[in-house]
C-alpha cells in the first residue's frame, strides 16, 4: 500500500510542478508567498485543522509550525486538491458520500473506516465530541442537530453528525459533503480525507 501511495504521490508532484503556485493558491483560497532573494515560492493551507506549507516547484509538504513532513495520504489529497481546484464556491447543499461521483462503488469501504469507528469512538460521548470538534475550527450546524460543519479545506466544508445512541443502539456517526466537493477533489480522495478527519478526532479523544 506504501509503494502505490508513493506511485501517486509522485504523480500528483509532477502535476503540481506544471501549474502555476500563484493561481493554484488563488483558486484555492490558500496563502501564496513569493521570496525573490531566493526565488522560494510556497503555499499555505489548513487541512483538517491544523496548517501546512507546500513547496512549489518539488511539492514537498511541512507542518507549518515545524519541519515535520505531512504524511502520505495527506500530502496527496492537498496536491490533487491544488491541482483539481476550480475557484468554484461551496453551495451550502450536503451530499452524502454515496451521492458523490461514484461513491456507490466506495460507499462500504467508506462506512468501515470513516462512519463506523467515528460513531464507535463517540457511543455516548457527546460531549466529548463537541470538545474534540471544535477544536479543528468546527461549529454548530443550524441544519442538523448533533451536526457540526467545519472546513477540511479552504474550499471543502464538511459536516460532521452523531446521532446518538443507547445500551442497545449504536451510535452512528456521518460526514456529508458540500455539492461542489468533486470540483476540488476525486471521490477516492475525499474517502482518505473522511477517514483522516475520523482519525484525527479518535486520537484527540484518546488524549482528552
Not at 71 to 91: D, F, K, M, N, W
Not at 95 to 120: C, D, H, I, V, Y
Request: charged share 20%; with cysteine; net charge negative.
Amino acid at each position: 500500500m506504501t509503494n502505490n501511495y508513493q506511485a501517486v504521490l509522485e504523480k500528483a508532484r509532477q502535476a503540481f510542478s506544471e501549474q502555476d503556485p500563484e493561481e493554484m493558491a488563488h483558486k484555492n483560497a490558500a496563502a501564496f508567498y513569493h521570496y525573490p532573494p531566493l526565488s522560494l515560492r510556497q503555499i499555505v493551507l489548513p487541512y483538517l485543522g491544523q496548517f501546512y506549507r507546500v513547496l512549489w516547484p518539488t511539492g514537498d509538504i511541512y507542518r507549518f509550525d515545524g519541519q515535520e513532513s505531512a504524511s502520505l495520504p495527506a500530502s496527496i489529497v492537498i496536491l490533487h486538491y491544488l491541482c483539481r481546484g476550480t475557484g468554484e464556491l461551496p453551495t451550502g447543499k450536503w451530499l452524502s458520500f454515496k451521492e458523490l461521483w461514484g461513491g456507490q462503488s466506495f460507499n462500504a469501504a467508506f462506512e468501515k473506516r470513516a462512519l463506523k469507528p467515528l460513531g464507535k469512538t463517540f457511543h455516548q460521548k457527546e460531549a466529548l465530541f463537541f470538545e474534540t470538534i471544535t477544536l479543528l475550527g468546527a461549529e454548530k450546524s443550524s441544519e442538523f442537530k448533533n451536526g457540526y460543519f467545519l472546513f477540511a479545506l479552504p474550499r471543502i466544508p464538511v459536516l460532521c453528525l452523531l446521532n446518538p445512541g443507547d445500551e442497545e443502539v449504536p451510535t452512528r456517526g456521518n460526514i456529508l459533503f458540500d455539492s461542489i466537493a468533486n470540483s476540488y477533489l476525486e471521490t477516492e480522495d475525499l474517502a482518505v480525507l473522511g477517514e483522516m478527519l475520523t482519525l484525527r478526532l479518535t486520537r484527540m479523544a484518546e488524549k482528552a
